[in-house]
């Protein structure tokens, strides 16, 4: 079955603490992206990756790290610097250009202690 | 900056009312206006609008893309309790690689 996973479905973090979100995808999709979502806030852009070895910063990057060095995965660190963490996060597929074909993974909650 | 507006944020009707939910955006460039249903987790695509197609029917589900007003609206007639869901719009412009979301729309059905 072709498709995202992402891991784990809840992630407690501490004060100051760096934590990395995981989001692999079987699509053969060009492009990745993060997103958080927060109550009455929609979605909001944090990264997106076009090609491997590559990425950009979408609205709400500050706090945020990502890598992409391989084309099924795109993994996200919610560094220490991300002052207020809680949220909904979900990463998303689709094939380059085409952005009717973007494909939502299940997501991650974290929360901090 | 591209901005994407939905109204209203919340709706509570009863089962078998129609709803019409409204997004209306900013962008540059305009590309194409997509929405979207979200019941627990992940979005799921619903329709795709563009310049060559204004007008998508699913069901009882249909959308209209309005470009001189800059504006959607997603209808659903004869509601049922598996509509209740956040209904989201996003809008893509050219050149941009990505999707600009508006707040959602959170939809009650109330049997």
């Known amino acids: 079955d072709g498709g995202i996973t992402q891991s784990p479905k809840y992630l407690f973090r501490k004060e100051g603490q760096n934590v990395t979100l995981s989001c692999e995808q079987n699509?053969?999709?060009?492009?990745m992206y993060w997103y958080r979502q927060d109550p009455g806030q929609g979605l909001r852009l944090i990264y997106y990756s076009q090609i491997v070895n590559d990425f950009q910063k979408g609205d709400i990057a500050e706090g945020y790290s990502v890598s992409r060095e391989k084309k099924e995965s795109f993994p996200l660190t919610v560094t220490s610097a991300q002052k207020n963490p809680t949220a909904f996060y979900l990463c998303?597929?689709?094939?380059?250009?085409?952005?009717?074909?973007?494909?939502f993974g299940p997501g991650t909650r974290l929360l901090v202690l | 900056e591209d901005k994407v507006v939905q109204s209203p944020l919340s709706l509570v009707v009863h089962e078998g009312d129609t709803v019409t939910l409204n997004c209306s955006y900013e962008?540059?460039?305009?590309?194409?206006l997509l929405w979207y249903k979200q019941e627990k987790k992940a979005p799921t695509f619903l329709f795709m609008l563009t310049s060559s197609g204004i007008e998508k029917k699913s069901g009882r589900l249909s959308s209209i893309l309005d470009k001189k007003e800059l504006s959607s609206i997603l209808n659903i007639t004869a509601t049922q309790t598996g509509d209740s869901a956040i209904y989201l719009c996003?809008?893509?412009?050219?050149?941009?690689?990505?999707?600009?979301f508006g707040t959602g729309t959170r939809l009650t059905i109330i049997p």
């Open positions: 962008v540059t460039n305009f590309r194409s």
């Open positions: 996003a809008v893509e412009a050219g050149g941009n690689e990505k999707l600009t």
């Open positions: 998303a597929s689709s094939i380059l250009d085409r952005a009717e074909t973007q494909y």
């Open positions: 699509l053969n999709h060009d492009a």
